[in-house]
T-cell receptor, first 113, second 115 residues
Framework: DTAVSQTPKYLVTQMGNDKSIKCEQNLGHDTMYWYKQDSKKFLKIMFSYNNKELIINETVPNRFSPKSPDKAHLNLHINSLELGDSAVYFC????????????FGQGTRLTVV | AQTVTQSQPEMSVQEAETVTLSCTYDTSESDYYLFWYKQPPSRQMILVIR??????QNATENRFSVNFQKAAKSFSLKISDSQLGDAAMYFC????????????FGGGTRLMVKP
């Protein structure tokens, strides 16, 4: 079984559309994250949830809204998609302690045309 | 805020040789963790090795080892006996206890392995 799974793996959509990316982890972790990897491969945190509570919200446009229905799921909804939103979005999870490994999903490549 | 810098955008190594990837970071914290992640063309992020700031002993995982210099804020990754499967992007990352345990990544180093 995949530890952290994201759907879909690829998403091609037109500017102005609204789309969602789903993430689920079966590791029993209490913290989940969304990271964005741009075209130059730079990875940056977007959001972090701990036990369904938002604890990190980096300077991300309001068009991006995470939702955590339970601690095993963290979905990302994006409104009014723009060309600049094209990137790979990674979901990750970890236990609360500092040294534990963060497990990543396989990423969702979003292309806005 | 912490920053992580990888000064080598690309490196290449001959198969079976040794290569060292550089990473420096900036922090005022005393307790933190450092990680190296590998991202092959499949896009999957794979943990290579981790180091706790309080441990003076350098971490080792099979052919992978680090040179952790806390005072210099340096955390390099050495890959010995390089294999074709080591070709990938390598990311250095910093984890702080004061930032929700999020990872701050360096810009990455693309490693090419020549047969």
């Amino acid at each position: 079984d995949t530890a952290v799974s994201q759907t879909p793996k690829y998403l091609v959509t037109q500017m102005g559309n609204d789309k969602s990316i789903k993430c689920e982890q079966n590791l029993g972790h209490d913290t989940m994250y969304w990271y964005k990897q741009d075209s130059k491969k730079f990875l940056k945190i977007m959001f972090s949830y701990n036990n369904k509570e938002l604890i990190i919200n980096e300077t991300v446009p309001n068009r991006f809204s995470p939702k955590s229905p339970d601690k095993a799921h963290l979905n990302l909804h994006i409104n009014s998609l723009e060309l600049g939103d094209s990137a790979v979005y990674f979901c990750a999870s970890s236990q609360g302690s500092l040294g534990t490994e963060a497990f990543f999903g396989q990423g969702t490549r979003l292309t806005v045309v | 805020a912490q920053t992580v810098t990888q000064s080598q955008p690309e490196m290449s190594v001959q198969e079976a040789e040794t290569v060292t990837l550089s990473c420096t970071y900036d922090t005022s914290e005393s307790d933190y963790y450092l990680f190296w992640y590998k991202q092959p063309p499949s896009r999957q992020m794979i943990l290579v090795i981790r180091q706790e700031a309080y441990k003076q002993q350098n971490a080792t995982e099979n052919r992978f080892s680090v040179n952790f210099q806390k005072a210099a804020k340096s955390f390099s990754l050495k890959i010995s006996d390089s294999q074709l499967g080591d070709a990938a992007m390598y990311f250095c990352a910093y984890r702080s206890p004061n930032a929700g345990n999020m990872l701050t990544f360096g810009g990455g180093t693309r490693l090419m392995v020549k047969p």
